[in-house]
């Protein structure tokens, strides 16, 4: 059990689980406790080096977490070796932040949640918010003495969603949530606004999913909203309750796991899977069902 304080801003005693989150008033008062490690995880995988938190690792969403061959994650072996370069324990504190309203941070916290590490937190408005009130940066980067991190089976039944669970959950017509763009959940775009189209032969949705975009969770400084707004945007408008089993997809599982996130932590809902397969998956997939247009 982590012996490391939980943040008592008010907002987090709001939610489901109050430690999940971290202020950067906390975090700046905390960079030094021992049993913290705090992780840097971005969609742009070279700003870690343009300078970081103090005494932060970078982990590289597509070359620390990812199989470099196969289109999975690392095993138990690869995590384990990555956790022990980071100088992480099985029961260290890991602070996670990021660049894009943390949505990569979300990611990298999620893949350790596979792996059954327990103790992980966010630091709310990431990167955005640490740089905007001007708190330290640098680019020294740490040296931790290594780690004899133990073997640990993914657990992917259990917060993971696969293409074939997917199907079984659309002909149960069960919950689910598309993240993406309202562009991309239409078939408009077969990409996310402003990036470049990177292979999905098909556009549209899974049939029966409820649009979500992630970002409507944050508010303009990459903070989490209240537990009020985020209740009346999946309760009240998409009719979501705590106890449904619902499945979380966006194009590659990164967006989808700030979703994830926002349900399990923040929301309390207790059945929360990642489909990470996504639509990179489903719109290049052979006679799988898609749909078209707004709900």
């Not at 999913?209 to 998409?238: C, H, M, Q």
Request: aromatic letters at 10%.
């Amino acid at each position: 059990m982590s012996k490391v304080p939980l943040d008592p801003t008010a907002k987090f005693q709001e939610y489901a689980t109050p430690g999940a989150l971290v202020s950067t008033e906390w975090l700046a008062a905390n960079l030094n406790t021992p049993g913290i490690v705090v992780v840097e995880s971005d969609e742009d995988t070279l700003l870690y080096e343009t300078g970081h938190i103090p005494g932060s690792v970078k982990v590289d969403w597509h070359t620390d977490l990812n199989d470099p061959v196969s289109r999975d994650y690392v095993g138990p072996e690869g995590f384990a070796a990555l956790m022990s370069r980071k100088g992480i324990n099985r029961d260290t504190t890991v602070v996670f932040y990021g660049d894009k309203s943390n949505w990569w941070a979300a990611y990298a916290l999620w893949v350790f949640r596979l792996f059954g590490h327990t103790d992980v937190r966010l630091l709310d408005g990431g990167r955005q918010k640490w740089e905007a009130e001007g708190r330290e940066m640098t680019k020294e980067v740490p040296t931790r003495a290594a780690t004899s991190y133990p073997l640990s089976p993914r657990n992917d039944s259990e917060l993971r969603a696969y293409r074939e669970q997917v199907i079984e959950h659309v002909s149960a017509k069960g919950c689910m949530v598309d993240v993406r763009s309202p562009q991309e959940f239409s078939g408009e775009l077969t990409h996310m606004p402003d990036y470049p189209q990177e292979g999905t032969l098909r556009g549209g949705h899974i049939p029966g999913a409820k649009s979500v975009p992630w970002k409507r969770a944050a508010n303009d400084d990459g903070t989490f909203k209240g537990v009020a707004d985020l209740r009346a945007i999946y309760e009240g408008e998409k009719g979501l309750a705590a106890g449904d089993d619902v499945i979380a997809y966006c194009r590659i599982g990164e967006r989808s796991s700030h979703t994830w996130f926002v349900l399990t932590y923040l929301l309390g809902f207790t059945n929360v899977r990642n489909y990470d397969g996504s639509w990179s998956e489903w719109g290049n997939a052979v006679r799988l069902p898609i749909a078209v247009g707004a709900e």
